[in-house]
T-cell receptor, first 111, second 114 residues
Framework: GQQVMQIPQYQHVQEGEDFTTYCNSSTTLSNIQWYKQRPGGHPVFLIQLVKSGEVKKQKRLTFQFGEAKKNSSLHITATQTTDVGTYFCAGPVQGAQKLVFGQGTRLTINP | DTEVTQTPKHLVMGMTNKKSLKCEQHMGHRAMYWYKQKAKKPPELMFVYSYEKLSINESVPSRFSPECPNSSLLNLHLHALQPEDSALYLC?????????????FGNGTRLTVT
């Protein structure tokens, strides 16, 4: 079945360091979404990418969608303790009206 | 703050109990979802309602029974659950049942089955 692989599974950084998580799909995606889940919280929608090669920024967060629309990345510049949480990518399942989530990257930060 | 409200926040139930989880949204969204999330795992889709009709059932055991009384409400009825059903149950909604619309999640119900 269609899979969305996300790496790394865990990342621990010092506050102020950069962080990147990568998402790879086994099939071409019409769009990709990113969510953040704080510890003890619920997933919160961050952004959606639709176009091939698209790059979007939200303050210190930069999201990219690959040219082939099969991979995506989220980069955080100069992490802060508020960035702690698990970041999930999610893409639509071909032929079905539902999303498949990546396994998530859990980010912890040493202040 | 979340625009999708779930109750209760926590629930402990025995394996012979019957309980219900409730979800409400007032964003005019036409698709509503139940997800199950185990610790350190992504959300796992259970059911999808579109325009108050069950659209997707991900082969969920019959001890979980969804209900959509109207466009704003979604319930999940629980009966004869097993300890392995302990998890965070998340309700979500989206503008429509097209995978391009983002999901708005509620705070979830943390369920423990004893």
């Amino acid at each position: 079945g269609q899979q969305v692989m996300q790496i790394p599974q865990y990342q621990h950084v010092q506050e102020g360091e950069d962080f990147t998580t990568y998402c790879n799909s086994s099939t071409t995606l019409s769009n990709i979404q990113w969510y953040k889940q704080r510890p003890g919280g619920h997933p919160v929608f961050l952004i959606q990418l639709v176009k091939s090669g698209e790059v979007k920024k939200q303050k210190r967060l930069t999201f990219q969608f690959g040219e082939a629309k099969k991979n995506s990345s989220l980069h955080i510049t100069a992490t802060q303790t508020t960035d702690v949480g698990t970041y999930f990518c999610a893409g639509p399942v071909q032929g079905a009206q539902k999303l498949v989530f990546g396994q998530g990257t859990r980010l912890t930060i040493n202040p | 703050d979340t625009e999708v409200t779930q109750t209760p926040k926590h629930l402990v139930m025995g394996m012979t109990n019957k309980k219900s989880l409730k979800c409400e949204q007032h964003m005019g969204h036409r698709a509503m979802y139940w997800y199950k999330q185990k610790a350190k795992k992504p959300p796992e889709l259970m059911f999808v309602y579109s325009y108050e009709k069950l659209s997707i059932n991900e082969s969920v055991p019959s001890r979980f029974s969804p209900e959509c009384p109207n466009s704003s409400l979604l319930n999940l009825h629980l009966h004869a659950l097993q300890p392995e059903d302990s998890a965070l149950y998340l309700c979500a909604s989206s503008q429509d049942l097209v995978a391009g619309w983002p999901l708005h999640f509620g705070n979830g119900t943390r369920l423990t089955v004893t």
